[in-house]
Structure formats: C-alpha cells, structure tokens
C-alpha cells in the first residue's frame, strides 16, 4: 500500500497500557466474588474461583497472579489499569466485559468466551489460549505478543491498531471482521482458516502472502497448475 507521494504507507502503532498500581490489599482468604461486586486495589494471589460469580464485577488497580477461572462467570465484568500473570481456566465468561489498559502474561486458559466485549490498550504476552471466542468484539490498542492462539474465533469483530508480534495463530476465524491499521507482518505463524477476504486494512509480509497464496486462490476462484 502506497500513499498520495509515492511512499508506503504507515501501520499506525498500537497504545500500549502503562500500568501503574497503588499499594494492593491481599484479598481476604475463602472470599467469594459476587456479582456488581467492585474490586480496588486488591491482589488477588492463587486463589481458586472455579464456578463462582462475578457477573458485572468491577476490578480497578488490581493485581491477580497464579489465580484460577475454571468455568468462573464474569459477563459484563469491568477490569481496568489490572495485571492478570499465570491465570489458568477453562470456560472463563468474559462475555460483554470490559477490559481497558490491561496487561495478560502467560496465561493459559480454554474456551474463554469475550464475544460482545471491548478491549482497549490491552497487552496479551506469552501463554495459550485456545479457542478464544472474540465474535463481534471491539478491540482498540490491542498487542498479542509472544503468545500461542490456536482456533481464535473473530466472526464480526472490529480490530484496530492491532499488532501479532510473535505471535502463533493457528486456524484463525476471520469471517465478517472489520480490519484498520492490523499487522500481521511480525506473526510467527499465521494460519487463517475462514474470513481470508477479510484481510482488507490488515499488512502482511511478502513471505505471509506467498503462504497465503493458495487460500487466496482458492477463493477467488483461481486455478494453479504446473
């Protein structure tokens, strides 16, 4: 892509979250979530919340570290200015939740539902996350760094300044997605699975398009023989 004086054109660069937290009160010990329940400043270290309810929760200045979200319902939860390190689960509802200047390090955590939900200034460091379910979410200042995302479902979702450094995707589900200023070029891998039309306001690397060739061919309908 070139602009008006001949030159390429620039990606605008994802805003990364500049996280600074206060000093933190440990959460109380055999605590429970509960839902509309408002969090701030508080750390919250290996603490099981397998099936528990946070439904609308607010966490502000927060630090959750080696914490585990098996199945933990959390729709509509708020987490702003928050570092999430070493989070584990399974079917974590994140639904219609908000997350803005956040930092994720190696998380590991399956099936987790963020359809709905709004992502801005968001940093997702090393870790896997298998099938992350982001259809029709909003994502602005997003970075995917270093990170392994194995099925991630974007079906209608907007993407803004979003950056895959280091990042392995694997069968990415880009169907009815909404592309502005995304780069691909630094992906360790990028396999996309549905949604190859969809590429539109992304960038990609010349050795990305040569491995996206025959995808491409196949949707337009082009047949390439020897």
């Not at 070139?2 to 030159?7: F, L, P, T, V």
């Not at 960038?203 to 020897?226: F, K, M, T």
């Amino acid at each position: 892509m070139a602009d008006r004086r001949g030159g390429a054109a620039k990606v605008k660069r994802a805003r990364r979250p500049e996280v600074r937290l206060p000093p933190l009160e440990p959460w109380r010990e055999g605590g429970l979530l509960e839902p509309d329940g408002d969090y701030d400043g508080v750390e919250f270290r290996a603490v099981d919340f397998t099936g528990q309810e946070g439904i609308g929760a607010r966490f502000m200045d927060c630090a959750v570290e080696g914490c585990g979200f098996d199945e933990t319902a959390l729709r509509r939860a708020r987490v702003l200015d928050s570092t999430l390190t070493g989070v584990r689960g399974v079917g974590t509802d994140l639904a219609e939740a908000t997350l803005r200047d956040v930092e994720v390090v190696d998380a590991r955590l399956g099936g987790v539902q963020l359809h709905g939900a709004g992502l801005e200034r968001v940093v997702i460091r090393g870790g896997k996350i298998d099938y992350l379910n982001l259809r029709k979410a909003r994502l602005k200042d997003v970075v995917f760094e270093g990170c392994v995302l194995v099925e991630p479902d974007f079906g209608g979702a907007r993407l803004e300044r979003v950056e895959f450094p280091g990042c392995v995707l694997k069968g990415a589900d880009l169907s009815g997605v909404t592309l502005t200023d995304v780069d691909l070029r630094e992906a360790a891998q990028l396999e996309i699975a549905r949604g190859i039309d969809r590429l539109g306001g992304a960038v990609i690397s010349p050795g990305q398009l040569l491995d996206l060739a025959p995808a491409l061919a196949a949707h337009l309908g082009v047949r390439v023989e020897g």
